[in-house]
């Protein structure tokens, strides 16, 4: 794996973890309460927060065992939604202090789309629960406001997001161009190979392994295993050949200025160092693949085509 | 398109949250004209100036001035109206999102924890506490947010097209091009260039229209990138320096506007000694249509041979049977040459 995804991935894991001590400290604080409600002797308020408690400390084990699912963010709203809506209302008469609260929470929690949505479906429940009686509209019309404000700054955020997978040209998983930079570099390429006379080759490889492997040994294992035979590929490669993903477990190997003898010595080269390439628990990584090579009268389309049909066809004589 | 329909969902949710406010001011007002009342209006009426111009939002000290004002705003709010912007407290773990600069963040939730202190003291000891927990709980969840989103800049800085539309890579890719391309072209013994390209009257709409003229005058094997100051930039590969200068003519005329260009000659050249910031200094300013630069120093001699010997044994003898191979599949080759598009 190069540097800088394996610094992506430590930062990432980092902030996972930092999340999982936030939910625990806040386990630990509803858990405090529940131990005052118990020392005062309040035995009818002492359900919700332990059940708060036990939930919290549940999400925080699963957001610790994986950090991608978003059920540990859905089980910590559950507790504190149980929490506002139990224990908030008639505590703080007079002023409406907890209705913002469940709706940042959401927010902060959850993906944008849902976290509007489940906003704007409890927003009834939240003002009947926790707004004051008098003045309804205008606390409806503030509430709003508040939810609109806050959802800003996450709107902007996943706009940015979008842009940038978008405007990507590398892979995040493993050191290759995506399907997207791939295309439109085949077409560039093909023009270059047209325009100085060239021969221009590509191998399309199939890497039958790793469909199963995520099934077989996680997604770390397939992830490992993927950046490992980029790795592999790349090393074997020249300096200008270009290495593309063009499907999950699909590459494209571009290799300019290359005919067709250069390109099977490439082939054999590719899969005996791929083979060679063996991993503790999954053994050498297998590796098929097929030669295309570019004819003077192709055209983009064409030769498209034909790399998309080799690729199709590398993966049905694996089934 | 599709990020184009985001841009609009965005500008409408912060134009609908800017007419709440601005509405609720009004009815504030109408009862009586207070101090909050005044500060919604002003907040409604940032709120519309962002969702109108969402361009200005790109700018530094306006995302700064903007971020600063709600966050005060805010604080305002719930302490001077605590009996109906109370809720506005929570507020403040959102704007942890958006830490750029690096003092906003903290400021912002500096401000935050000393309304919620201010606004929660009277109230006792535990209501203190218990708001200060909950408050510094909603700060770190967003603070994680916003380290989320560094680094969505930190790959935004990195990424390697700049329109999701068109083939127009940025100045990242450029230079993680550069070396593979000028190894590429000496190997093959081929012509290769950079053209810089801006036009004579600047402004964005005059480069706008030298992009789009660009896109179907260069052919699809000249790349074309979009440096990180806004000025183009195209590599220009051919058989020999008299065909380059052939085709840069040719390319120049096909804009059809008038513009500078510079060129740089790239062939045997150590990539790192190219600074694209002072090439692209006062482009348009240049007297002559095109500017022919001095070729750059060469590859230090260390680093050249330490190409060729990267790798292990049998890299390098693949790289050797390679190369005659290729070579000789040349001949086979039938020479065609045309424009796909």
């Known amino acids: 794996m190069s540097p800088l995804h394996s610094l992506a991935h430590r930062e990432r894991r980092e902030l996972a973890n930092r999340k999982t001590l936030i939910m625990l400290l806040a386990a630990a604080v509803i858990a405090t309460y529940a131990l005052w409600r118990y020392l005062v002797g309040d035995f009818e308020h002492i359900l919700t927060p332990v059940l708060a408690t036990l939930l919290m400390a549940i999400a925080a084990g699963l957001n610790h065992l994986d950090d991608e699912q978003p059920l540990p963010s859905y089980l910590t709203l559950i507790a504190s939604y149980l929490m506002l809506a139990l224990e908030a209302p008639g505590t703080y008469p007079g002023m409406s202090l907890w209705l913002g609260l469940p709706s940042v929470l959401t927010l902060l929690l959850l993906p944008l789309a849902p976290a509007m949505l489940l906003n704007l479906v409890l927003a009834p429940l939240w003002l009947w629960l926790l707004g004051q009686q008098e003045d309804n509209f205008g606390e409806i019309l503030r509430y709003l406001c508040l939810l609109l404000v806050a959802s800003q700054p996450f709107v902007i955020n996943s706009l940015q997001a979008g842009v940038m997978s978008l405007t990507a040209s590398e892979e995040t998983e493993c050191n290759a161009f995506n399907a997207r930079t791939g295309q439109q570099r085949l077409i560039s390429e093909a023009a270059r190979a047209r325009a100085l006379d060239q021969p221009f080759s590509i191998l399309v490889v199939y890497l039958p392994q790793l469909d199963m492997l995520g099934e077989q040994f996680g997604e770390d294992r397939r992830v490992e295993c993927l950046a490992m035979a980029c790795d592999v590929m790349q090393e074997v490669s020249r300096q200008g050949d270009l290495l593309c993903r063009s499907d999950k477990s699909s590459f494209w190997l571009m290799l300019p200025n290359t005919g067709e003898a250069g390109a099977l010595i490439m082939r054999e080269r590719l899969t005996a160092a791929l083979a060679a390439a063996t991993q503790p628990e999954t053994g050498s990584i297998i590796a098929r693949a097929r030669l295309v090579t570019y004819k003077a009268d192709d055209t983009t389309q064409k030769l498209e085509q034909r790399l998309l049909a080799s690729q199709l066809a590398l993966m049905d004589l694996n089934e | ?341």
């Not at chain 2, 329109?163 to 000496?186: C, F, G, K, T, V």
């Open chain 2, 1 to 341: 398109m599709e990020i184009k329909f985001k841009v609009r969902l965005s500008q409408f949710v912060c134009l609908l949250g800017s007419v709440l406010l601005l509405l609720e001011a009004a009815r504030q007002i109408s009862i009586g004209l207070t101090l909050t009342a005044l500060l919604l209006a002003v907040g409604g009426t940032m709120l519309l100036v962002v969702s109108l111009a969402h361009e200005l939002f790109t700018l530094r000290w306006f995302r700064t001035l903007v971020m600063l004002s709600v966050a005060l705003i805010m604080s305002a709010l719930v302490l001077l109206a605590p009996q109906q912007h109370l809720m506005w407290l929570w507020g403040f773990a959102v704007l942890l999102l958006y830490p750029r600069p690096r003092w906003l963040a903290p400021a912002c939730a500096l401000i935050g924890l000393v309304t919620t202190w201010l606004a929660l003291a009277q109230l006792g000891s535990d209501w203190l506490s218990l708001g200060i927990g909950i408050t510094a709980t909603l700060m770190a969840l967003g603070a994680i947010g916003g380290r989320r989103q560094q680094q969505v800049w930190m790959q935004l800085e990195r990424r390697g097209r700049r329109d999701s539309s068109r083939a127009i890579w940025s100045q990242y890719q450029l230079m993680r091009d550069l070396p593979r391309e000028i190894a590429r072209a000496d190997r093959e013994d081929i012509h290769i260039e950079l053209i810089l390209l801006a036009p004579v009257n600047t402004g964005r709409l005059a480069n706008r229209r030298l992009m789009n003229t660009l896109d179907s005058a260069a052919l699809p094997h000249e790349t074309r990138y979009q440096l990180d100051d806004g000025a183009l930039a195209v590599l220009l590969v051919t058989r020999g320096e008299r065909m380059a200068s052939l085709r840069r003519r040719q390319l120049i005329e096909h804009l059809a506007m008038p513009i500078r260009a510079r060129v740089q000659p790239l062939n045997d050249s150590d990539p790192n000694a190219l600074d694209l910031k002072r090439l692209s200094a006062h482009l348009s300013d240049e007297p002559q249509p095109i500017t022919l630069l001095p070729p750059l120093p060469r590859k230090p001699a260390d680093a050249s041979s330490d190409e060729t010997s990267t790798g292990d044994a049998p890299t390098d003898h693949g790289r050797d049977i390679l190369k005659p191979a290729s070579a000789a599949d040349k001949v086979a080759v039938a020479p065609s040459r045309g424009n796909d598009h």
